[in-house]
């Protein structure tokens, strides 16, 4: 297979229509084309297709239902996806995590510079930082580091 052009997503489609490939639904980013006897195939819908990804989907539409190892390779393509899912989810959490971490330092540093005259309004700043501490989840870079400032926080809580 020669050197691959960059495509997106929407023109691989329009190319695998072309050969009896037929647009069934979107999953998320994924369009997911169908044809009666080649496998089923999952095109993310974006700008440019990596070229190692689009080498893929040319292989796997070159192959027949018919074909040893068919049905091996449909297993490997699901839990491929399930995989894909899986990260995806994660990759998400992560981003969550490290945006409400760093609007917590700046709140933080914000109320450090500007402490609240009243002693009230100070306590429930406070508990608010540690209740949207307590949303980070476990397993994000952002957890460890937001452990350590709810501790510091519940420290000022008590003095």
Known sequence: MGRLSNISGKEAIKI???????????TGSHMILWHDSKPTLSVPNHQELAPGLLRSLIRLERINQSEPGYIEAQKLLKTYQNNLK??????????????TLDDIYNRAESLAQSPPTNRE????ELQDLIKELKTIKPGTTAYTDAQKLMVSAEKRLKS
């Open 16 to 26: 695998f229509e072309k050969f009896g490939y037929i647009l069934d639904h979107q």
């Open 121 to 124: 309004s100070y306590i429930l």
């Open 86 to 99: 899986v990260i995806q989810y994660r990759m998400q959490l992560e981003a969550n995590a490290t945006e």
